[in-house]
């Protein structure tokens, strides 16, 4: 079993920064592909950034050039930071493993921007 922990959320207001981080942890094998959806009230869960093994990535268009997605393949960590925030990133963001196409996710932490 993966278990993945986020951190980092919070209460930030328009135009402000936030960092995510995540770790896994459990049995880690050759991870495929980490990364970070997110889902809004009465929304489907969205993905917001992927990165893979090889260091491809890959954005939405909403948040392309806003957020940055990293990764440490020693640590088994992954990082979101976001930039130039926006009402409408207001979500519960979780943190994604795949691995053994297995899909693997944390508990998921809030994220909220407002004035």
């Known amino acids: 079993q993966v278990q993945l922990v986020e951190s980092g959320g919070g209460l930030v207001q328009p135009g402000g920064s936030l960092r995510l981080s995540c770790a896994a942890s459990?049995?880690?094998?050759?991870?495929?592909?980490m990364g970070w959806y997110r889902q809004a009230p009465g929304k489907q869960r969205e993905l917001v950034a992927r990165i893979r093994r090889v260091g491809s990535t890959n954005y939405p268009d909403s948040v392309k050039g806003r957020f940055t997605i990293s990764r440490d393949n020693a640590k088994n960590t992954v990082d979101l930071q976001m930039n130039s925030l926006k009402p409408e990133d207001t979500a519960v963001y979780y943190c994604n493993l795949v691995q053994d196409y297995t899909n693997y996710w944390g508990q998921g932490t809030q994220v909220t921007v407002s004035s």
């Open positions: 459990g049995t880690i094998g050759s991870i495929y592909a």
